[in-house]
Antibody
Framework: VQLVESGGGLVQPGKSLKLSCSAS????????MHWIRQAPGKGLDWVAY???????VYADAVKGRFTISRDNAKNTLYLQLNSLKSEDTAIYYC?????WGQGVMVTVSS | DIQMTQSPPVLSASVGDRVTLSCKAS??????LDWYQQKHGEAPKLLIY???NLQTGIPSRFSGSGSGTDYTLTISSLQPEDVATYYC?????????FGSGTKLEIK
């Protein structure tokens, strides 16, 4: 199992960003997937989940601003981040528990 | 939402010590709890699943126990490579929630 995140970077407050997670080594379409984040020096914070049938669940802190989606043909998981705030600054990990990617940094700052 | 409280926040112990980390849930989580180890600059790694099941490849010095609201991760003989932050995580109900972590140091 390999999970590789991309799409992070520096973005201004209120702007948008789209993260991708490329999956390999397993049948992507058969598994639910998660996004988890970790602010600098802080603990782990679950963000969102998408089931194999594309049902979604979100943490209250991101509900209405973030959208999780998947493209099974491309073996890719996405996280659309809108209306970004400084408190969204974190490393974002995709995971198919117990497997995690190495994470991608998102910095929200003017 | 279920709150997960880990204690202590920081634990300093000597090589060879038996070490116990605690995780307390705000309500019964029916043993639906995993333990993760995160070393500096790395992604978390699963140690224990469903309270007391050792993940493949994890040394047998790690063990988990608990029920209801109270759970424990034990390292029977602390090794230098065990320096890390340890997180419990519940998936019983509601939003998935992690504890705030216990940072384990070597004296």
């Amino acid at each position: 199992v390999q999970l590789v995140e991309s799409g992070g970077g520096l973005v201004q407050p209120g702007k948008s960003l789209k993260l991708s997670c490329s999956a390999s080594g397993f049948t992507f379409s058969s598994y639910g997937m998660h996004w988890i984040r970790q602010a600098p020096g802080k603990g782990l914070d679950w963000v969102a989940y998408i089931s194999s049938s594309s049902g979604t669940v979100y943490a209250d802190a991101v509900k209405g601003r973030f959208t999780i989606s998947r493209d099974n043909a491309k073996n890719t998981l996405y996280l659309q981040l809108n209306s970004l705030k400084s408190e969204d600054t974190a490393i974002y990990y995709c995971a198919r528990f117990p497997y995690w990617g190495q994470g991608v940094m998102v910095t929200v700052s003017s | 939402d279920i709150q997960m409280t880990q204690s202590p926040p920081v634990l300093s112990a000597s090589v060879g010590d038996r070490v116990t980390l605690s995780c307390k849930a705000s309500q019964n989580i029916n043993k639906n709890l995993d333990w993760y180890q995160q070393k500096h600059g790395e992604a978390p790694k699963l140690l224990i699943y469903y309270t007391n099941n050792l993940q493949t490849g994890i040394p047998s010095r790690f063990s988990g126990s608990g029920s209801g609201t109270d759970y424990t991760l034990t390292i029977s003989s602390l090794q230098p490579e065990d320096v890390a932050t340890y997180y419990c995580y519940q998936y019983n109900s509601g939003p998935l929630t992690f504890g705030s972590g216990t940072k384990l140091e070597i004296k």
